[in-house]
């Protein structure tokens, strides 16, 4: 996180997202912020909130995927949620503290993988001593049996013994396995259950035949969840999540009434009355203890087409300090988007087809007029943004996605001709296109 300047964020945004300056710049800063706040007295740091952003702009512009990259670039933990589900008939309130439960899981999740990989080395060393010792007989000698084993640690790494079969004592979890589904709010009760369980019917362990390979993968994973510390990754993952976890609330628009329309869905606002609490700051009851939601980054998002920020209640709009309007895409930002991100569709394509020996090639006129037909067809039809890129490519490759298997080695050019050739039928039947693009 220390490395991550404001200027290096949006410099890594731009690799996967094309335009959208000024909301790559604010959520680079709300994000710098978390780390200016961790250097303060503690004190003063409890006092400082998160900045929390509106971003408001038609689909498929780059909310969603601009958050996503955010908490991937940061290691923080990160979901996403429609605020819509939570307007679904058997709504209850409290089911808004799902999405901090969510959190908390990717959380635990996360600290786990990165601990196992911190351990990773001596738990594939403690692994193969004891996949040499499965395969070595109790039979040699001590100086014939160091010889030997060493040989066979040679053979194994070379990958010569991944086909033989050793028999291993497997672990198979009792009662700790067994998924009690607590009331919300009960989510203590409900691991206290589990370990009762776990208790009553302790851990059996079985013997397995199995191909060298196989075992090796289960010996290292007993071995990391012996050299990791359980209780401390609990702690360390409740800590990240506390401090630097991201709840993205997609659709928020649809929870906000118009000041015209205010009384004809009074559900819409008590979902932003039962959001409220969260986005403040509260406590939220998890299995894995209580989750402080005070300095919890929440980005929300919106096409606002017909509602707007001001139709929130004024106690929810006040938690989300930060707006940024993102501009629709036009023909320009589609030739950017197929040519310039890490991601590009035009690369994704040349791979998939790769496999099949199949050489994929764009030229520059082929991309403009999947640009301008793509910005044609948001135009004339719903405006899906970049998603529209899909569609078409979709479209135009259809028949050499079939056909790969049987034409190895081809070589194919999509050029400006093979595009219009491709598009024509939907060139031609206006109402066709509303259903296929």
């Known amino acids: 996180m220390s490395t991550l300047t404001p200027r290096g964020i949006v410099a890594e945004l731009d690799k996967f997202v094309v335009g959208q300056e000024q909301a ?6 709300a994000v710098r912020n978390r780390w200016r706040r961790q250097h303060l007295a503690p004190e003063l740091r409890d006092e400082v909130s998160p900045k929390n952003i509106i971003m408001m702009g038609p689909t498929g512009v780059g909310k969603t995927e601009i958050a996503r990259r955010l908490a991937k670039l940061s290691g923080a933990p990160f979901v996403k949620v429609e605020a819509t589900k939570f307007t679904e008939v058997g709504y209850v309130g409290r089911d808004v503290e799902s999405m901090v439960r969510d959190l ?10 990165e601990e196992n990989a911190r351990v990773r080395k001596a738990a594939e060393a403690a692994a193969e001593s004891r996949l040499m010792d499965l395969l070595l007989p ?8 160091a010889s030997t084993r060493e040989k066979l640690l040679q053979q194994f790494r070379l990958g010569f ?34 370990d009762m ?32 510390d359980q209780e ?8 990240r999540v506390e401090q630097t976890g991201i709840i993205f609330i997609d659709e928020i628009d ?20 039962d959001l409220l609490p969260i986005v403040e700051g509260s406590s939220v009851n998890t299995k894995y203890g209580m989750i402080r939601t005070d300095h919890i980054l929440f980005i929300a998002a919106g096409a606002f087409h017909f509602s707007k920020p001001s139709d929130m209640i004024p106690e929810l ?49 082929g991309l403009e007029e999947i640009a301008a037909f793509a910005e044609d067809t948001n135009t004339r039809t719903e405006n899906i943004g970049a998603r529209r890129l899909y569609t078409i490519m979709e479209k135009i490759l259809a028949d050499i996605s079939f056909d790969a298997p049987e034409m190895p080695g081809a070589q194919i050019v999509v050029n400006k001709a093979y595009v219009e050739d491709h598009l024509q039928d939907v060139r031609d039947d206006q109402d066709l296109s509303q259903y296929i693009l």
């Not at 401390?232 to 800590?239: C, G, Y």
């Not at 329309?261 to 606002?269: G, M, P, Q, V």
């Not at 994929?360 to 006129?365: E, G, I, K, Q």
């Open 24 to 29: 790559k710049r604010m959520v680079a800063v």
């Open 104 to 113: 908390t899981e990717i959380g635990i999740n996360l600290v786990r993988d």
């Open 138 to 145: 109790s039979s040699f000698g001590s100086e014939e049996r």
């Open 161 to 194: 013994l991944d086909d033989r079969e050793v028999e291993v004592d497997v672990t198979e979890q009792g009662g700790g396995s067994v998924d009690i589904f607590a009331i919300p709010g009960m989510e203590q009760m409900g691991g206290q259950v589990k």
């Open 197 to 228: 369980f776990s208790k009553a019917f302790p851990p059996k362990h079985s013997r397995r035949k199995m191909k060298v390979r196989n075992a090796f993968a289960v010996l290292v994973q007993e071995e990391s969840g012996r050299l990791v």
């Open 232 to 239: 401390a990754l609990v702690d360390k993952a409740r800590e």
């Open 254 to 273: 649809k929870i906000a009434s118009s000041s015209q329309n205010r009384t004809s869905d009074i559900s819409r606002e008590g979902v932003q009355r």
């Open 317 to 365: 709009q006040g938690r989300f300090p930060l707006r940024v309007e993102l501009q629709p895409l036009g023909k320009e930002e589609f030739l950017r988007i197929l040519k310039e991100p890490d991601n590009a569709l035009t690369k994704q394509y040349e791979a998939l087809l790769g496999t099949e020996q199949i050489r994929l090639s764009f030229t520059d006129d």
